[in-house]
């Protein structure tokens, strides 16, 4: 379980309680990428946070672990141990109950080949992991409109006990055009056990 290979890192009197992020369905091009230069300052000023990328395509992982390495050698970076990438099934997630801070579903919960069974199983996946009052982002910019069509926004927001909040009006469901992609931007806070 990953929360024993965290143990010894974070467990010492001095240290605060691990702050975790994890991203389920990184695919080959994790979101941690986006604004690296920022990410990896936020791991030199916060030495409790920790991120882990997971799919479960082991290739996947591979790629988004190379691509965070190469782009961070083009920064003259190094990458934080604390930044990993798991091959694991987003419905089976290798965290305790209440341990995690931030969940990011970019377009995972739209995927259609996803079964809506395992999409669902995600969402209640997420919520378990979640520490109380902690943050589920669902980020749509491929298949907006399956999430919005199969109503996993309100599924999540009853899992999690609030309704989604949204980045801007324009990117809330019922700004949505069913014909054209376009973004969609939604925060859930864990509100119930």
Excluded: H
């Excluded at 395509?57 to 961070?72: I, P, T």
């Excluded at 083009?74 to 987003?90: M, T, W």
């Amino acid at each position: 379980m990953v929360s024993q290979e965290m143990s010894s890192e974070v467990r010492s009197p001095e240290k605060a309680e691990p702050k975790i992020r994890i991203e389920i369905g990184c695919g080959g091009a994790a979101a941690i990428r986006d604004n690296l230069a920022a990410r990896l300052q936020e791991f030199k000023e916060d030495s409790n946070l920790w991120y882990f990328g997971i799919d479960i395509d082991f290739g996947d992982v591979l790629d988004s672990k190379e691509m965070v390495e190469y782009e961070a050698e083009d920064l003259n970076e190094q990458v934080p141990a604390r930044i990993k990438f798991i091959r694991a099934s987003g419905d089976k997630l290798p965290f305790k109950d209440g341990s995690v801070s931030d969940v990011l579903m970019r377009n995972v919960l739209g995927d259609p080949r996803i079964s809506l069974s395992v999409r669902e199983s995600m969402i209640r996946e997420g919520a378990r992991v979640l520490k109380r009052k902690g943050t589920l982002t669902v980020v749509e910019d491929i298949t907006p409109q399956v999430t919005i069509r199969e109503g996993l926004l309100g599924y999540a927001g009853e899992v999690l006990g609030s309704q989604p909040e949204y980045s801007s009006r324009e990117n809330s469901p019922d700004k949505v055009d069913s014909r054209m992609p376009t973004a969609l931007v939604a925060r859930l806070r864990k509100v119930i056990e």
